[in-house]
């Protein structure tokens, strides 16, 4: 026997429409499932939360497929729980009851797919059984023409007359809807996951459960997941897709995960389940913003409901440049949340006044993680943000790069900001460094421009130190990258550049410009040969720094720079802190011990002191370098010659 395995493909199918309109009973004609599970609900008869449904069926090509119903309230009071379903939605059915025709929450919720951009959908005509032919076609007519040029135009989606009761319609729906589904396109499952949460619930003897529509990536059992607001880590102990358990789930499915690491009370509804460390959530979010036709004008700094997918916070509309936005128009604005929300570009999201609570519009993400901004950079940002509605992953990585300048987009940062899994960023990072668009700094991206710009200041910087201080003989590399506040991966990569450019010197942790060491005038020159042959001459009988230094015709300063220069050379080295020895001297010093050894391969102290003839005062240092210099090793009171 051979098992064929068929991909079964998954279509979130979701109710929009007035309230009592027959969207409950339409899915329980079409699935056989109640989707109205609350007692208060058959108690009062209506929808008040989310309900679910599914049902399979099997398109013209026997390709089969699987519908996942969401059942949304039409009560006017309970549009948010209607919000909290609809994101993520692949076909919307939008039902109008034949006996009433279009109603508030009709045009409420079709606003609200128009502006969430649900792709497509059907207009079903419940409750046909209750009117007449020609009151059907009237019907049908003012539909049309309720929603001619928008995506649910008659001339491109079907209007379906059903009804539930005798059943009429209802085979021409489901062919309606097989025939759509099997014409969307396979979502891509190697997003980075992310579920919003839109219930949750205890289950006895498994723990907490979520539910959600998977709006990308996969989940799979036994993986982490990262809980977002709180970034709680959590783990994934069981997953289910349409009521069966299953080891995975995957974009586009109805999804309910049974989690460990967490109590039910840390989970609710508008949470957003992510795979950990890839995306944050955020307070700012620079949108393109919709306001509807029949809304007041929006003013600035408006306080909002804000929802987006199973979320909903309050947000601040702070608007770029005009004052307020009319209605009909789309302007660029940002959101400011109360609560930190997980949303990445492209996400759809709908905007409520704030009171009386009424939808007044929508828009997309644009960049959820804008730069803080001043007045006068508004303009730029306006002009950013426009490129960036236009471009592509590739060119938004372009632009993200570019707007951080010398400071470079880190690969994380750019995952978190454009929503990408890291290796596509790679992948568009590799191809952008290949076609020198941008260069790679470490881990960091940069701009050419911004490099260049960073250089020219790197070099100035250093050229202004070298100049005020001729001594140096070059710059701390440290204290120059803190001058230029640059990061670590940028900085290295500049002097790398620069120094292979011959433009400037690298020396241990010293940098220089190119042929640009130590420049003395004759009378420091001049101190610096007094300086040298004083502790030449001495041997180790070496004189006290400071008498050296005070016969010196410089003052004290300059005289302390050539003394550092001379030490940095390597030319003098200090074994205290007054106590500087000439180079050769402690050669000599080497040599002279390491002959010793051949009459007595051990001596203390006092035979060290004669040997060379010093007082105790330098002897200890002097055996304490020959030590560390590994030429002798201290055993007890004596030292072994090694
Ligand atoms: N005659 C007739 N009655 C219908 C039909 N469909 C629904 N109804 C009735 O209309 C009433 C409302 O139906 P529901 O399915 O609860 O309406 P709803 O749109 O889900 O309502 P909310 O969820 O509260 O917005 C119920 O009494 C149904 O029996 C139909 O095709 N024909
Ligand atoms: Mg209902």
């Known amino acids: 026997m051979t098992i064929t395995l068929t991909a079964m493909k998954s279509v979130i199918v979701g109710t929009s429409g007035h309230i009592d309109h ?37 398109s013209a090509s026997t390709e089969k497929l699987r519908l996942g119903f969401v059942d949304v309230p039409g009560h006017e009071r309970f549009v948010r729980n209607m919000l909290a379903g609809v994101g993520g939605i692949d076909i919307v059915l939008l039902v109008i009851a034949a006996d009433e025709g279009v109603k508030p929450q009709t045009r409420e919720h079709f606003d609200i797919c128009r502006l969430l951009s649900i792709p497509r959908g059907i207009v079903v005509l419940t409750k046909s059984d209750l009117v007449d032919a020609d009151t059907l076609e009237v019907v049908r007519l003012e539909v049309e023409d309720f929603l001619r040029g928008s995506f649910l135009d008659s001339k491109q989606t079907p209007i379906v007359p059903v009804s539930a009761l005798s059943g009429t319609g209802i085979e021409e729906l489901k062919g309606e809807l097989a025939r759509m589904a099997s014409e969307i396109g396979s979502k891509n499952a190697n997003a980075i996951a992310r579920l919003p949460i839109d219930r949750a ?5 498994f723990g907490p459960v979520v539910t959600g529509t998977l709006i990308a990536g996969t989940v799979q059992r036994e993986h982490e997941l990262e809980l977002h607001p709180s970034g709680k880590r959590v783990r994934v102990r069981g997953i289910q897709v349409h009521g069966a358990t299953t080891g995975q789930a995957r974009a586009g499915e109805r999804t309910a995960i049974n989690l460990a690491g967490v109590t039910a009370e840390e989970l609710t509804r508008g949470m957003m389940l992510a795979p950990p460390g890839t995306v944050q959530p955020t307070r700012r979010i620079d ?48 959101l400011r949340t109360s609560e930190p929300l997980l949303v990445l570009p492209g996400d759809r999201f709908i905007i409520r006044q704030f009171s009386p609570v009424v939808t007044i519009g929508g828009g997309t993400v644009l960049d959820s993680f804008p730069l803080p901004r001043n007045t006068k950079q508004a303009a730029s940002a306006e002009n950013f943000l426009t490129e960036l509605e236009r471009a592509d992953l590739s060119q938004a990585v372009v632009l993200r790069t570019q707007r951080r300048g010398a400071a470079g987009l880190g690969r994380e940062e750019a995952v978190r900001e454009t929503g990408h899994p890291r290796q596509e960023i790679d992948r568009e990072a590799q191809a952008l460094i290949e076609n020198g668009k941008l260069l790679a700094a470490g881990d960091c991206l940069l701009a050419k421009g911004a490099a260049l710009e960073a250089a020219r200041s790197l070099l100035s910087e250093l050229d202004r130190f070298q100049k005020g201080n001729p001594l140096a003989g070059g710059m701390a590399k440290e204290t120059l990258r803190e001058k230029l506040d640059l990061q670590e991966g940028v900085f290295s990569f500049l002097l790398a550049q620069l120094a292979s450019g011959k433009k400037v010197e690298v020396q241990g942790e010293q940098v220089r410009l190119a042929g640009r060491g130590v420049t003395m005038t004759p ?48 030319v003098l080295v200090k074994l205290g802190d007054e106590l500087v020895f000439h180079r050769t001297a402690l050669e000599q010093l080497r040599r002279l011990v390491a002959a010793e050894k051949a009459k007595t391969p051990r001596m203390d102290v006092g035979r060290f002191k004669d040997m060379i003839g010093v007082t105790r005062k330098h002897a200890i240092p002097l055996l304490e370098y020959l030590d560390r210099e590994r030429i002798t090793r201290r055993v007890g009171d004596v030292r072994e010659i090694l």
């Open 201 to 205: 619930f205890v289950m006895k003897g």
């Open 22 to 58: 027959g969207k409950t009973t339409l899915v329980k004609a079409l699935t056989g499932i109640d989707a109205d599970r609350l007692e208060e609900e058959k108690r009062r008869g209506i929808t008040i939360d989310l309900g679910f449904a599914n049902l399979e069926l099997s």
């Open 287 to 334: 949108v393109r913003l919709d306001v509807l036709q029949n809304a007041r004008p929006l003013k600035h700094l408006s306080r909002v409901h804000l929802h987006c997918f199973a979320s909903e916070t309050v947000a601040q509309v702070r608007l770029l440049g005009d004052q307020e936005i009319a209605p009909g128009t789309s302007v660029l604005a940002q």
């Open 523 to 570: 009378d420091e020159e001049r101190a610096r040969k007094t300086i040298e042959q004083a502790f030449l001459s001495a041997g180790l009988k070496v004189p006290l720094l400071k008498d050296v230094l005070a016969s010196l015709s410089i003052d004290h300063a300059r005289s302390q720079k050539i003394m550092t220069l001379l030490l940095r050379e390597g």
